[in-house]
């Protein structure tokens, strides 16, 4: 199964479409784990992110991101959850999730030497799966694909062991002509958040992320 990943709309960080079941859009409020609401100012809650709240509607600013969309209402409720819900403390951080993301690529060659040279610092190798249509290029878990249009508009982020590999990583893609999309350092999205930023050939936000002492998903 390949997962398709959507950009998050900016203004409310909610996406404007998810898919339910096989072949049913359904559109519904959908939020980013340990981020806020930003039309009502509440802190995501550990549960579903999101404070205990009644009702979620589309009337006011929601609904100018939902322009297309009826006038509806959605309970917040524990009804939303199919599993017992966990906190971001109680979850097991060494999970998977996700099995592979495929990235399309503008220019193969180029995207190829851009992941090859700034994953090489964070130790993951790479293997090529080319068939008689396509050239793929897997990077444990995630394969840069020769097929257009282009993947754009991706937030890609590598796990990475320790800062410096976070640092070897940034140099390694400036160093090669690459271009920076924020300098290794500490960032406020949580405590211990240890991050640099790339952007690959097709524009697309690569990150390498260390959880240091004090974030949740730390590994000592």
């Known amino acids: 199964m390949v997962v398709g990943l959507r950009p998050y709309t900016a203004k409310a960080n909610i996406l404007p479409e998810q898919t339910i079941g096989r072949g049913t859009a359904r559109r519904i409020p959908t939020l980013r784990c340990g981020r806020t609401w930003p039309h009502q100012g509440h802190q995501a809650g550990p549960q579903y992110g999101l404070e205990s709240r009644p009702t979620l509607g589309w009337a006011g600013s929601p609904q100018e991101t939902f322009p297309h969309t009826r006038a509806a209402v959605f309970s917040v409720t524990s009804s939303c959850a199919t599993l017992t819900a ?61 097929r257009q249009p282009p993947t754009t508009g991706l937030h890609l982020c590598f796990v990475a062991a320790s800062r410096e590999q976070v640092d070897a990583f940034h140099r390694a893609g400036v160093e090669a002509g690459f271009r920076s999309n924020g300098a290794p350092g500490y960032r406020p999205y949580a405590p211990g958040y240890y991050a640099a930023f790339l952007l690959d050939p097709d524009d697309n936000n690569i990150e390498a992320l260390y959880r240091d002492v004090g974030n949740p998903g730390h590994v000592s």
């Open 86 to 146: 966990v906190g971001e403390q109680a979850w097991d951080w060494s999970q998977h999730v996700v099995d592979h993301v495929e990235v399309h690529a503008g220019d193969f060659d180029a995207s190829v030497r851009f992941y090859a040279t700034v994953l090489a610092p964070l130790g993951i190798p790479s293997w090529s799966e080319d068939s008689e249509s396509e050239r793929v290029m897997c990077f444990t878990r995630v394969n840069i694909v020769d």
